[in-house]
C-alpha cells in the first residue's frame, strides 16, 4: 500500500512489524557480524518505516530505529564515550532526493554559494583515533553513537595508522576501518578450509577483525584505514578539503578519490564514474558521500538525533547477488 493509502491502524501494524524485522537485522549486522540479509532488503525496509513515521509522526518513539545509530557496544571491550557521538548518515538512491538536500542546505543556510566535496563511501566501520602531544593514545568503534568499544591495542597492529604524529598535536581524528578484497579473500579461503564460518562481506569481516580481545587476531587480519573527519577546533583548517589535506600531510591514510564540486550536478557524474570503478578498486565502496565543505556551514546545519544535516550518502543500486551457492549434488 502506498503510504498516503494507510489507516492509522494499519500504519500502526506495519511499524511494528518493520521495527521488530530492522531491530533484529541490526542486531545480526552490527553486535554479531553476521548479517541474514542484503543490505538493499534493510535499506527498503527502513526507507518504508522512515516514510510512515513521516506520514503519521504521532508514531515516532524513541526506540525506533529510525531514531538511534542501529548498533550498541556490545562486546567484552572496555567502553568509550564520544564527544561529540559519531552519527550516522542519510542516505538516498536517486539524482532528484539529491538535489532536494540541495534545496534543503541552501535554504537553511540562504545562499546559493555553497561547494560540496565529494568522497566514496567506504565499506568499513567507523573508527576513532586519539592522539595525545602527537601519540596515538586511544582507538574506539562508533557503538551506538555515545559509547564505543576501546580498540586501542589492536589499532595499535593496523599498519597504516601513524603511532606517533610528526607534530606533538592533542587530537582525535575519525575515519573508516575497513578490509581490502584480498585480505577478505585469502581469510575467507583460510577459514573454509579450515571448516569455520566464512564472513558474508568485507565489512562484516572488517568489524569482527577488529573487535577482538586478543589484538593478535586483527594484526593477522590485516585492515587498513581511510580517514576523512577532522574532530578538532583548529583555525587553519576551516574545510572539508582542507581537513583532508591537513590529515595526509600528518601521515594519515586518506582517500585520494575525492572532488570538491561547485554544483549538485556534478556529484552524478563522480557517482557514474565510481559506479564503473568500483569493482576494481583494491576495497569496498557502496556510494558517495556528498559533504558541505565549510566547517561553519557545517555547524550553522547540524544534526538531527541521528545525522549531521551537512552530509548525505548517495548510495549505489545493490549489486546482483552475490549468494554463492555450493555443494549443490545434482542427480538427473
Ligand atoms: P552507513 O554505514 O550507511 O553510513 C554511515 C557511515 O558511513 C559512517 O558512520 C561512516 O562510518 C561511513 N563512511 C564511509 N565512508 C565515509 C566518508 N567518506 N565520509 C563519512 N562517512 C563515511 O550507516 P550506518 O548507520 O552505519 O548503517 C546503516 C547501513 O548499514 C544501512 O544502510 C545498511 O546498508 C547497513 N545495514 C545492513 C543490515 C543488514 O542486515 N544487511 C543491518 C543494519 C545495517
Not at 500504519?11 to 537485522?25: F, P, S
Not at 550516522?88 to 532526493?97: A, G, K, R, T
Request: with cysteine.
Amino acid at each position: 500500500h502506498p503510504v498516503s493509502e494507510l489507516t492509522r491502524q494499519q500504519a500502526q501494524v506495519e511499524v511494528n512489524q518493520l521495527r521488530e524485522k530492522l531491530d533484529q537485522w541490526a542486531k545480526e549486522y552490527y553486535d554479531e557480524d553476521n548479517p541474514s540479509v542484503e543490505d538493499y532488503i534493510y535499506d527498503q525496509n527502513y526507507h518504508r518505516l522512515q516514510d510512515i513515521e513521516k506520514h503519521f509522526p504521532e508514531l515516532i518513539s524513541q526506540d525506533s530505529i529510525t531514531q538511534r545509530v542501529g548498533a550498541s557496544a556490545s562486546t567484552k571491550l572496555e567502553k568509550i564515550t564520544h564527544t561529540p557521538p559519531m552519527l550516522s548518515m542519510s542516505d538516498v538512491f536517486s539524482m532528484d532526493e539529491l538535489v532536494e538536500f540541495d534545496k534543503r542546505v541552501k535554504k537553511q543556510l540562504q545562499t546559493d554559494d555553497v561547494s560540496y566535496n565529494v568522497e566514496l563511501k567506504i565499506d568499513g566501520l567507523a573508527l576513532s583515533v586519539v592522539y595525545e602531544e602527537g601519540k596515538l593514545v586511544q582507538a574506539s568503534t562508533r557503538g551506538d553513537g555515545l559509547i564505543g568499544e576501546n580498540v586501542t591495542a589492536n589499532v595499535q597492529t593496523i599498519k597504516d595508522v601513524p603511532k606517533t604524529l610528526p607534530e606533538p598535536l592533542s587530537i582525535e581524528f575519525r575515519g573508516e576501518c575497513y578490509m581490502p578484497k584480498k585480505s577478505f579473500a585469502d581469510l575467507n579461503k583460510k577459514r573454509e578450509q579450515e571448516g569455520q564460518q566464512i564472513f558474508a562481506n568485507p565489512r562484516n569481516a572488517a568489524a569482527g577483525s577488529l573487535r577482538q580481545l586478543d589484538s593478535a587476531v586483527t594484526k593477522s587480519r590485516n585492515l587498513s584505514t581511510f580517514f576523512y573527519h577532522w574532530v578538532s577546533t583548529d583555525e587553519d583548517v576551516t574545510t572539508q578539503v582542507e581537513a583532508l589535506n591537513k590529515m595526509t600531510e600528518l601521515g594519515l591514510s586518506t582517500n585520494p578519490d575525492s572532488i570538491e564540486v561547485q554544483s549538485i550536478n556534478d556529484v552524478l557524474k563522480f557517482v557514474e564514474e565510481y559506479e564503473q570503478k568500483r569493482d576494481s578498486l583494491p576495497y569496498g565502496i557502496d556510494g558517495v558521500v556528498v559533504k558541505v565543505n565549510r566547517f561553519d556551514y557545517q555547524q550553522q546545519l547540524g544534526n538531527t538525533v541521528k545525522v549531521p544535516r551537512w552530509q548525505i550518502a548517495y548510495k549505489f543500486a545493490p549489486e546482483e547477488s552475490k549468494t554463492v551457492v555450493r555443494d549443490i549434488q545434482w542427480t538427473v
